[in-house]
């Protein structure tokens, strides 16, 4: 998986490549979230739109991230989850946790 970064105002947005499984992805976006929030950027992103594939523990990354950023006063919200992530948040009931949106734009705007 690859993640790429880049800033709309105060906003960190994380646009993810590949696979969000068990093993590098989900420990590359957890070392990700953590060097963002050590660098004092609290208000993230996160582009799915790229991710065919999440298993349990991209799930579990997800949820790891989500609250490593609530708990350092910030927000991390989704957008463009594609159909697969999408059901995924939905059986889990994460979709009533994450912020989801379907445009960048109206993401963006919720900040």
């Not at 590098?24 to 993230?44: A, F, M, P, V, Y």
């Not at 463009?80 to 059986?91: E, G, T, V």
Request: proline share 2%.
């Amino acid at each position: 998986m690859e993640i790429h970064l880049r800033t709309s105002g105060n906003v960190t947005i994380l646009d993810l490549q590949g696979n969000l499984t068990i093993g590098r992805s989900e420990e590359q976006l957890r070392e990700t979230i953590n060097q963002l929030l050590d660098s004092g950027q609290k208000q993230l992103l996160i582009n799915l739109s790229e991710v065919p594939t999440i298993d349990s523990s991209g799930i579990g990354a997800l949820i790891k991230a989500f609250t490593s950023v609530k708990n350092n006063a910030g927000k991390l919200k989704l957008f463009k989850p594609s159909r697969l992530a999408r059901q995924l948040l939905s059986i889990t009931g994460l979709l009533s946790v994450f912020e989801t949106f379907e445009d960048e734009a109206s993401a963006l705007a919720s900040f």
